[in-house]
């Protein structure tokens, strides 16, 4: 719906929802669930900002820069 997904409202689901299996942890320690989210998160702000920079980005992701930077280049 474009609007960016809060990272308390994503453990939340998490925890009430997901069972063991499902919360697998990736090689930078976040679940399929939590890229998926910061992926969504990178394509709403992408529609607010013409230019961003990494800094900034991780920040409003709440994640480092480099990872976001990382993440972008996947992405694209």
Excluded: W
């Excluded at 992926?39 to 480092?64: Q, R, T, W």
């Amino acid at each position: 719906m474009g609007h960016l997904i809060k990272e308390q409202d994503v453990k939340v689901f998490e925890n009430d929802v997901l069972v063991d299996h499902q919360k697998a942890k990736d090689a930078n320690g976040r679940t399929v669930l939590q890229a998926a989210i910061i992926e969504h998160n990178i394509l709403v702000l992408s529609k607010i900002y013409l230019n961003i920079s990494f800094a900034s980005l991780g920040k409003n992701l709440g994640i480092p820069a480099d990872q976001a930077e990382s993440m972008i280049s996947i992405m694209v």
